[in-house]
Nanobody
Framework: VQLQAYGGGFVQAGGSLRLSCAAS????????MGWFRQRPGKEREFVAV????????NYADSVKGRFTISRDDARNTAYLQMTSLNAEDTAVYYC?????????????????WGQGTLVTVSS
C-alpha cells in the first residue's frame, strides 16, 4: 500500500490542524494506521495509532487530550486532528501502516510509510 500524507501548514499556537493520510488500497480490515513525527534535531517519535478495526487507539503522552486519530475506511483515509497546538508540535508528520491488528508505538513495526507533511506552530 502507498500512503500520502497531507494537510500540514503554518498555524499559530493554540490553533488546530487536521492531517490526512490517503492510502492507495482498501484499508478496512487490513491496516492499522499510525502517525509519527520528527521534530527538528530529534528522532522520529510515535504520535498516535488506530487499529484495523478502529476499536483501539493509543496516543503518545505528549499529545493525549489534544490530538485525535480516526479513520474513514470508505475513503481509505486516516486522520489526525490536532488541537491546542504549541511550538513543541512543530515537526514533519508521517503516516504509517501495518497489516495486522496489534497497535504498536515502535516505528520498526510499520512497513509502509508516506512522505512527511510539515507542521509549523508559531509561538
Amino acid at each position: 500500500v502507498q500512503l500520502q500524507a497531507y494537510g500540514g501548514g503554518f498555524v499559530q499556537a493554540g490553533g488546530s490542524l487536521r492531517l490526512s493520510c490517503a492510502a492507495s488500497a482498501h484499508i478496512k480490515g487490513y491496516y492499522t494506521m499510525g502517525w509519527f513525527r520528527q521534530r527538528p534535531g530529534k528522532e522520529r517519535e510515535f504520535v498516535a495509532v488506530i487499529s484495523q478495526s478502529g476499536r483501539r487507539r493509543n496516543y503518545a503522552d505528549s499529545v493525549k487530550g489534544r490530538f485525535t486519530i480516526s479513520r474513514d475506511d470508505a475513503r481509505n483515509t486516516a486522520y489526525l486532528q490536532m488541537t491546542s497546538l504549541n511550538a513543541e508540535d512543530t515537526a514533519v508528520y508521517y503516516c504509517a501502516a501495518r497489516d495486522t491488528e496489534p497497535i504498536y508505538a515502535n516505528a520498526q513495526n510499520y512497513p509502509y510509510w508516506g512522505q512527511g507533511t510539515l507542521v509549523t506552530v508559531s509561538s
